[in-house]
């Protein structure tokens, strides 16, 4: 049960207690369970930002030096919080994203691995050493950059700026968070509870805001490396603005995910994976399957996933569209593709809001079927509970739609034939594929990240990848001389 609660107005989160923004002007952030608002965030200035950066500057010295042990203590301690507190992180989410508590649980566990791999960094920081030639040793250390920022989208509220956070801090830095102006209680809560896990003051920021201060990370001078997750277009523009100023980026985009489906796929399995894999969190998530290629006749698969789709119960195994603008959009996707000719299987629209929640942002899962690889709803990211099924002969045409789509964070294959999974698995054009998986997150240490216009950036953002990008490598190379004379006569 997600119960109303209006929160107030918001502050930032500057050297561990809630601080005033400068700004005057306030967002308003607008429950899709509700359809009303639960509290106002800053729209802070380059005045907020300039004060987390102080702050960041005068902690950063003793931080970075801290040792590993130390700092990896804290998410011993932040992860044991993360548990305790899951119930009260999950409704915070729930509230201002509009996922069941369910998935917002879930999406916590999620990122509570990052925290875990993260108390793991002792293991991975403490460098390299060996004797590389008579008399001389190399040293290898991972050293911090800096002052860094995180700019994150409104989807997953804690598992995203949890892919950030506990690597960019374990490994010394000090780390500024631009949360999404539309969801940004779950952030400030874990703020709290870093802080009660022992990190110290001004080593986790929160500035609240949007475009004046994702602007102003990529150009402030003291910021050394900025992380971006969100759409590609502000994830282009955000890389292309830090890197012109010689930061490091790394910034995640939009997704459009192909499953391809052959007749010779496990019947149940295949129906509930499709299904959970572009309904889940009302697919609203970069990994979402979007399309489903049918290959020769799938239809006892089809089938099956409509009877599947049929108990699909509304706020109970789906949450919300985030907002009115993105529910009339999604919406304008399937009137679209009906005028067009798609055959609608399953029409979420107009259906019965779950009782309590009538002024919500609803919509019911929606079956596209015979739907044209060139429609704007099998071309673009639709961010919602949209299947398109495109029906084709071979394998081979298959794959020819799939690599033609400019994304490419996730694939899957659903298949019983290991020699088809291997070929779609090699052909795809994607970073992370699933095989009889819909959505091919890879648990920690592999490390999350997509190709083409779903990343710009070099590596991934998790894992050991995730840990290179917040630091520099140091390379020591010594020659020790002889002993000197007072010494001799000790050896
Ligand atoms: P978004 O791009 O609108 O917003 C992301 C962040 O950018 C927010 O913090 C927002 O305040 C900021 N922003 C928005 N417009 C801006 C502008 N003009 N200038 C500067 N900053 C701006 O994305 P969203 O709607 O919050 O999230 C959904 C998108 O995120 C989808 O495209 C989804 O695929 C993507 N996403 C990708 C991944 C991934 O791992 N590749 C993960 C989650 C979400």
Not at 192 to 210: C, H, M, R, T
Not at 243 to 252: D, F, I, P, Y
Request: proline residues 5%.
């Amino acid at each position: 049960m997600i119960k109303y609660q209006n929160f107030g107005v918001q502050k930032n989160w500057i050297a561990n207690r809630y601080q005033e923004s400068s700004s005057t002007k306030y967002l308003s952030v607008i429950s899709p369970y509700f359809g009303k608002e639960i509290c106002t965030v800053p729209d802070s200035n380059i005045d907020d930002l300039n004060l987390a950066v102080d702050q960041a500057k005068k902690i950063f010295p003793k931080w970075s030096k801290m040792n590993i042990r130390d700092r990896s203590e804290v998410m011993f301690q932040f992860k044991f919080i993360l548990e305790k507190n899951i119930d009260e992180l999950a409704q915070l989410i729930a509230l201002d994203n509009g996922k069941t508590i369910a998935d917002a649980k879930g999406s916590i566990m999620r990122g509570k691995e990052v925290v875990e791999f993260a108390t793991s960094l002792p293991a991975i920081l403490g460098g390299d050493s060996s004797h590389v030639a008579d008399g001389i040793t190399c040293t290898m250390t991972h050293e911090p950059l800096g002052i860094v920022a995180g700019i994150t989208p409104f989807n997953f509220p804690a598992m995203v700026p949890l892919w950030m956070i506990p690597l960019a801090i374990t490994s010394g830095n000090c780390f500024i968070l631009k949360p999404s102006e539309q969801t940004p209680l779950a952030a400030l809560k874990m703020a709290e509870y870093l802080k009660s896990a022992g990190l110290p003051d001004g080593v986790f920021q929160i500035v609240n805001g949007s475009r004046e201060i994702v602007e102003g990370i990529c150009d402030h001078p003291e910021i050394k490396a900025v992380a971006f997750v969100g759409s590609s277009k502000i994830a282009k523009i955000v890389y292309t603005r830090s890197t012109s100023l010689g930061k490091r980026a790394l910034c995640l985009g939009g997704a459009k995910n192909h499953m391809i489906v052959v007749p010779d796929a496990d019947l149940n399995s295949t129906a509930k994976g499709l299904l959970a894999s572009s309904m889940g969190s009302a697919g609203q998530r970069c990994m979402a399957a979007s399309v489903a290629v049918g290959v020769a006749d799938i239809d006892p698969i089809i089938d099956q996933l409509i009877d599947e789709a049929k108990t699909f119960v509304l706020g109970k195994d789906m949450g919300t569209i985030i907002s009115k603008v993105a529910l009339d959009r999604i919406i304008g996707y399937i009137d679209e593709a009906e005028k067009m000719g798609a055959k609608i299987l399953i029409d979420g629209r107009n259906v019965k809001p779950p009782n309590g929640y009538e002024d919500g942002y609803w919509l019911g899962t929606t079956i596209l079927d015979n739907v044209d690889p060139d429609w704007p709803c099998a071309k673009e990211e639709i961010f919602g509970p949209v299947l398109s099924i495109i029906r084709t002969d071979t394998l081979d045409n298959a794959m020819k739609i799939e690599n033609k789509n400019p994304y490419g964070n996730a694939a899957a294959v659903f298949t019983t034939s290991g020699e088809v999974a291997k070929s779609i698995s090699d052909l795809s054009s994607a970073g992370m594929v699933g095989i009889n998986i819909g959505v091919p997150v890879p648990r920690e240490p592999y490390s999350f990240g997509g190709w083409n216009e779903s990343k710009y950036g070099h590596g991934d953002i998790t894992g050991e990848s995730g840990v290179r990008f917040w630091t520099n490598l140091k390379k020591v190379t010594a020659r020790w001389p002889e002993s000197s004379e007072p010494w001799k006569k000790y050896f």
